[in-house]
């Protein structure tokens, strides 16, 4: 009997060790291990052995069955291995077809711009507000200190609707309607389309985008102003980047400024885009003036503010050296995509 | 503005090296923009003596001069001039020279001669005539007077100065001038301000009030009229560094009485004109608005058409100048004149910028005016030029001044605070430290009280704020240290409308579209290509009076156009396909003519074309209402009512029984009027609606804890029966249990009968409280079938 049981081990040892596939497996475990497989066979033979035999044998058998199992274990394992391995190697691919094409959508590099924008203020408590294009003289020009016959008014080519309704030729409007509402403090930024009697070409457009701000609390002071300012410039443009105010005139603000930030180009250097002065115009700023503070109603004793407006274009254009403006218009798929 | 530097340094003795001296003007407010540098690009070219002249061996026209120019070594020159004597001083370019123009001169062979440089012009040098009256009409320039020999030219001649160009803003009026930026010089390197002293010795007979009489008809237009007069007046080239300074400044010079004009005003600011007294009928001086149909004709020989919105200085009998704008001929200086009346007025700004733009001619005197001149100036401007006539000997200046000056302006006070200055800067500037400032900038500081004096030619400072902005700029922006403010916390955040729109963009742009950017103004004939009826009320604009053409004059009431316009651009640029959209306003007056301000709608518009049809757009919009939360409140019926849609594949959306556009495919003929061949499709949503209608609060449901029994049925209907019809029949008749009516599938085709469709729909049922059974869907399915068949005339189909 042992040596039996010793000529099956060895027998299904060879064969587990030979099968190619889990049909194989399959059969052999029928074959040795199943009800009428050969090691059961020889387990019924058991009847025929002394007392003494029967637990030396009935051991035996018992580790010859647990190492069959052990075996069908092992060989279903590499087996299941190697059939894996031949799958992959079957399903092998040319990774570097092109991918399947999906139709891939852009915003407006002026959207992704004034987002970017509105939201470094918003991460510093402004609100976003928006107001009509279609404006009043009034809160265009007389409400921010630009009374009738004022040069400003020429500076600006105004279109014109009739009476006293006009195309708007800044967001500065926003300023004295966001005041006129009179609730106290406000930090408010607005951007929105405005419109000059500028024939197109590379730099100008009758239509254009700008960004307006506003601040006006008790004890805001010109250094909150530069504060401000500063932050969101590093934001736009990078933490090394350098900013300069100039005294400037709007007749709204007093005083008021014009905030140059470092050449995108050269680093401020000096380089033919920023005419060699290594600055570059950004925005136009300053403290609002008491008079306009007053005329939308707040007592300029009481409180005081700055603001600031800046063309949208040309941050958009900056930033993605585009050189034309028209193109911001012309809405050529080869040019959204690339944004 | 131009100021040479040399002309500035009289009057303040800036010692700074020019690029640090552009930075600090800037810095301190008044913006450079630039600097020129005149004779700039002459290199090389230096005095030299013509020591001999021979014939040319090969050329008739040439001769070769030899020329010393200082070094031990003579040159050989060719030239062609024909006024070159020998003992000659003459400019000469040398080897590797530069001459105006940026023109290199070099050795080289003139007929056989090798020519070791050139002889120049005064042209060559970059001048003219003008600068220089001594030059000849033609040939090369000679100097008057022998020179040392090797020296540069630019030098001998003081042809070189740097010219400093300022961006002046509208509120300094009296930075139009070499003083006012002289003054600001001084005020920002606090060095003394030295303005020319002026006196005038009135060494000619008689009195100028017996030669000449003023008369102003209207004071508003005209606050002042000095007038002076120089008799025995000798018309002659003016001294050289008059003549330089002018040519710095950019004005050509002519002769000394107009330099002297031209001079004064670049000097003081202060326009003045010249007339012969003799032209002027009884010597009376009347400044009156312009009649009706009048017309003069001014000194470049133009005859202007005149209205009575204008001003005009005039005799009893003829206007003899626009004001403000430009001389007539008529009273032009002859050579001749016995008498030159100097006028020296001021004129309403606003009204001189209208006329100069009126008569289209916008002279230097009439920029100066229209920024608003202080009536202050006039009388030192016309002293200043009697000065200038005694010192250059070009007349007699007749004793006295006839002076109008109906109203004075007189100076005025503001108080101050430094603790309020201070307060508002975010500085700590000291008392004193804002008492200079003012000083030197002339105010008269009251330093007890805290009051200024602020002198006339200063309008623009009102209030302390001006104030506050003088000291900040002398003290210097850049000093002022950043802050952030403190006080009342805000939260910045967008507005509900804001967020929805931004969603909106995204999930359009998720769907594989682009945003574009179009005009919001546009021609009245995009409603005839849109095909819109002439009644329409869409063609009720907001319209510009002044468009810069028609193109642009109609404020749109339909969003579309731009959209077409960038396909159209697309399709002829030959790109496939396209998918551009634009969150954008449409214009819609309450009535028109447009009296209060219109409705302005911010509307989505979606436009596409290439390989697609009306469901892929369709496909956009469904997926946008599920994203706002709408997707099952959104209906689509058919819409056939807009003429520039395909009125069989057009859908209105419809959400809660209210239209907030459309989906479709747009009209063929539309299309071709866009030159688009190829169909497209388009997507118009009124955004403030969507707005209204979006729900972005989501409660959770449970989910479900039974299986739901699904059954699938096949119809064959009329092909005219929509699936929205069918879809609404299964809802009404479907039960209490009935949870999704599904659509999977229309066919039309070979089995199926002329005219009818096959429909397919999956319809499921279930229950939150238990496993439904067939019995409990029963008779809701019978119900349903029986519908179906009754009210659309469906027929079951075998499966």
Known sequence: ?339 | MDVPMSWLKEYAAVTAPLKDFMEDMTMSGSKVEGATSMAGELKNIVTGHIKAIEKHPHADKLVVCTIDVGTGKDLTIVTGAPNVRVGDYVPVALDNSVIAGGKEIHTGDLRGIASEGMLCSIEELGFDRHDFPEAPEYGIYIFPEPVELGKDVADVLDLKDDVVEYEITSNRPDCFSILGIAREAAATYKIPYCPPEITVKEEGEGKTADLISVEIKNPTLCPRYVARAIKNVKIAPSPRWMRKRLRAAGVRPINNIVDITNYVMLEMGQPMHAFDVDTIKDRHIIVRNANEGEKITTLDGVERQLDPSMLVISDPEKAVAIAGVMGGENSKISENAEAVLFESAVFDGPNIRITAKKVGLRTDASSKFEKGLDPNLAMDAVNRAAQLVEMLGCGEVVPGVVDCYPNKRETWELSYSPEWINKFLGTDISEEEMQQIFERIELKVDPVNHKVTVPTFRPDLEAQADLAEEVARFYGYDKIEPTLASGTPTVGKKTYAQNITTLVKETIVAEGLCEGMTYSFESPKVFDKLLIPADSKLRQTVTISNPLGEDFSVMRTVSINGILNSLSTNYNRRNESAGIFEVARVYLPKAVPVTELPDEIPTLTVGMYGKMDFYDIKGVVEHLMVVLGIGDRAEYTVETELPWMHPGRTAAVVIDGVNVGYVGELHPTVAKNYNIGTKVYLAVLNMEELIKASNMVNVYKPLPKYPAITRDIAMLVKEDVTVKQIADEIRKNGGEYLEEVKLFDVYQGEQIEKGYKSVAYSISFRSAERTLADADVADSMQAILDGLAKELGAQLRDK
């Open chain 1, 1 to 339: 009997m042992k040596e039996k049981l010793k000529a099956i081990q060895e027998k299904a040892m060879a064969a587990f060790q030979e099968a190619k596939e889990m049909k194989d497996i399959d059969d052999l475990k029928v074959k040795y291990l199943g009800k009428k497989g050969e090691l059961t066979a020889i387990l019924k033979e058991m009847g025929k052995l002394s007392a003494e035999e029967r637990p030396i044998i009935g051991q035996m058998a018992n580790d010859v069955r647990q190492n069959l199992e052990k075996m069908l274990d092992e060989a279903k394992v590499r087996l299941a291995a190697a059939e894996m391995a031949h799958r992959l190697e079957k399903e092998k691919i040319d990774v570097t077809m092109p991918g399947r094409a999906r139709a891939e959508g852009h915003k407006h590099p002026m959207s992704i711009v004034t987002d970017e924008i509105c939201s470094i203020f918003m991460g510093m408590g402004y609100e976003v507000a928006e107001g009509p294009e279609v404006e009043k003289d009034y809160y265009n020009f007389e409400a921010l200190n630009i009374p009738k016959n004022h040069p400003a008014r020429d500076e600006q080519d105004t279109f014109y609707i009739g009476g006293d309704i006009l195309l708007r030729t800044q967001t500065s409007p926003m300023q004295v309607r966001t005041m006129e509402k009179g609730k106290l403090p406000i930090r408010m930024v607005c951007p929105g389309a405005v419109y000059r009697s500028d024939e197109v070409d590379a730099t100008h457009s009758p239509v254009f985008h700008q960004l307006e701000g506003l601040v006006v609390d008790k004890n805001i002071t010109m250094g909150d102003l530069k504060g401000a300012l500063v932050v969101f410039a590093k934001e736009l443009f990078g933490e090394d980047t350098k900013v300069r105010f100039r005294p400037h005139h709007f007749p709204f603000t007093e005083p008021s400024a014009e905030m140059d930030v470092t050449c995108f180009a050269c680093g401020g250097e000096g380089c033919r885009v920023c005419k060699g002065e290594g600055y570059i115009e950004l925005l136009g700023c300053g403290m609002v003036h008491p008079k306009v503070l007053k005329m939308s109603g707040i007592d300029p004793d009481e409180y005081s503010g700055f603001a600031f407006g800046m063309g949208l274009e040309r941050v958009a254009m900056q930033r993605y050296g585009i050189t034309d403006l028209r193109l911001l218009f012309e809405n050529d798929m080869k040019f959204l995509k690339q944004f």
